[in-house]
């Protein structure tokens, strides 16, 4: 059963655009969040993460918002650039135990 | 600090046969978990040890099994190896001190296991 849902596999963007992640979850119990990057033949990077007792993070070019009550979850990439380009991850987890991953969303960046 | 550091990068194995991986997590960091990415499945959480021993672990057989030494290294072993454990696998380490700013996993760049 897949906790953790990112509907959109693929996301395309024009450059300096706003890119717009989007995140599901169904636990209610979840209290912390994270958004990873992954590159091709790498290992997920830690991009940006929320607690539940707030419902925005901004981090640079990168802010995370938080809706409790809708179980969702956005990535906010503003403005967007070829760079960043890459596999997105959304994860989730409670008591600091395991994170639950999504299964990704693709961002293309078209220059 | 040098990062997270997984062996080998590339593996090909047969089916049938067994295959361990290892993990060497950031200094410090006394929690180590193992992810297996596949196409369409994201990454699925296969276990967490911490200090020793096993603290979470995932749904999937008994075929896949792992250890940490007290040095906090992880070794991963699945046995009896199906074309269906085909996989990149991901080790992660982290502080479990939630107010450290590292809390989240650092992930190494994984091993590519292909079975033939």
């Known amino acids: 059963d897949q906790q953790v849902k990112q509907n959109s596999p693929s996301l395309s963007v024009q450059e300096g655009r706003i890119s717009i992640l989007n995140c599901d979850y169904t636990?209610?119990?979840?209290?912390?969040f994270l958004w990873y990057k992954k590159y091709p033949a790498e290992g997920p990077t830690f991009l940006i993460s929320i607690s539940s007792i707030k419902d925005k993070n901004e981090d640079g070019r990168f802010t995370v918002f938080l809706n409790k009550s809708a179980k969702h979850l956005s990535l906010h990439i503003v403005p967007s650039q070829p760079g960043d380009s890459a596999v997105y991850f959304c994860a989730a987890s409670f008591t600091g135990n395991q994170f639950y991953f999504g299964t990704g969303t693709s961002l293309t960046v078209i220059p | 600090k040098a990062g997270v550091t997984q062996t080998p990068r590339y593996l090909i194995k047969t089916r049938g046969q067994q295959v361990t991986l290892s993990c060497s997590p950031i200094?410090?960091?006394?929690?180590v978990s193992w992810y297996q990415q596949t196409p369409g499945q994201g990454l699925q959480f296969l276990f967490e040890?911490?200090?020793?021993?096993?603290?979470n672990k995932g749904n999937f057989p008994g075929r896949f099994s792992g250890r940490q030494f007290s040095n906090s290294r992880s070794e991963m072993n699945v046995s009896t190896l199906e074309l269906g454990d085909s996989a990149l696998y991901l080790c992660?380490?982290?502080?479990?001190?939630?107010?450290?700013?590292?809390?989240?996993?650092?992930f190494g760049s994984g091993t590519r296991l292909t079975v033939v």
């Open positions: 636990n209610s119990m979840f209290d912390y």
């Open positions: 200094s410090g960091h006394r929690s």
């Open positions: 992660a380490s982290r502080d479990r001190d939630r107010r450290s700013p590292g809390y989240g996993y650092t």
């Open positions: 040890y911490f200090s020793e021993t096993q603290r």
